[in-house]
């Protein structure tokens, strides 16, 4: 069963609009981390942000803001006013705490078009 | 700090060749893994190494070995490369304590894309 679902595979927003890319996760632990990366078109995995289990409160950095909701197992990312820059796949992924090393599952990833 | 080197960028093989993807960080981070990513299937985790001397299988292992003899180094080996090899690999560390405090968890490489013939 995959861990991370993003159900998303592409979007397309023409700039300064707002766009939400999904994020649900399964898991059966109670400690656990959730984090999104980006990938522009270079190739290279930017790291954005990191959520542990115990924290639910959203959190804003500038343009990103992130919502974290543990009822519903979704940890969704919103950009808001879009930017070209902002075209990549951003992936969303899951590491346990019941973890004995050091094991992240990703998500498929969603492909963010933004049209100029 | 370099952080996370991979060489080489980009290989070609063809069926059968042996090689060996190399990666190195020098964070003096415990953690080290490999990835591949293939479209739709976002990174999948092949082998990790919670330190040297220490590996284990991840959820795609079939195909590839891995050795950590340092703290610093993590090569990837393809002993007999077949094209369901053909991917962008990315290797990544981390500290052992990597839960604790607010800096970046995984540092990743800028990856490898190999094509096998």
């Known amino acids: 069963a995959q861990k991370v679902t993003q159900a998303q595979t592409e979007i397309s927003v023409v700039e300064k609009e707002d766009v939400t890319l999904d994020c649900v996760y399964e898991?059966?632990?109670?400690?656990?981390?959730l984090f999104w990366y980006k990938q522009p078109p270079s190739g290279e995995l930017v790291f954005l942000i990191r959520?542990?289990?115990?924290?639910?409160q959203n959190e804003i950095s500038g343009r990103y803001s992130w919502n974290f909701q543990k009822s519903t197992s979704s940890f969704n990312f919103t950009i808001t006013a879009s930017q070209v820059v902002d075209s990549a796949v951003y992936f969303c992924?899951?590491?346990?705490?019941?973890?004995?090393?050091?094991?992240?599952?990703f998500g498929t990833g969603t492909s963010l078009t933004v049209i100029p | 700090n370099a952080g996370v080197t991979q060489t080489p960028k980009f290989q070609v093989l063809k069926t059968g060749q042996s090689m060996t993807l190399q990666c190195a960080q020098d964070?003096?981070?415990?953690?080290m893994s490999w990835y591949r990513q293939d479209p739709g299937m976002g990174l999948r985790l092949i082998h990790y190494?919670?330190?040297?001397?220490?590996?284990d299988q991840g959820e795609v292992p079939n195909g590839y070995n891995v050795s950590r003899s340092t703290t610093e180094d993590f090569p990837l080996r393809l002993l007999s490369a077949a094209p369901s090899q053909t991917s962008v690999y990315f290797c990544?560390?981390?500290?052992?304590?990597?839960?604790?405090?607010?800096?970046?968890?995984?540092?990743f490489g800028p990856g490898t894309r190999l094509l096998v013939l």
């Open positions: 990544a560390s981390s500290y052992s304590n990597w839960w604790q405090g607010s800096s970046e968890t995984q540092y």
């Open positions: 898991t059966r632990d109670t400690t656990y981390y």
């Open positions: 959520r542990n289990s115990f924290d639910e």
């Open positions: 992924a899951l590491s346990e705490a019941g973890n004995t090393g050091n094991q992240f599952y």
């Open positions: 964070m003096n981070h415990e953690y």
């Open positions: 190494s919670v330190g040297a001397g220490i590996t």
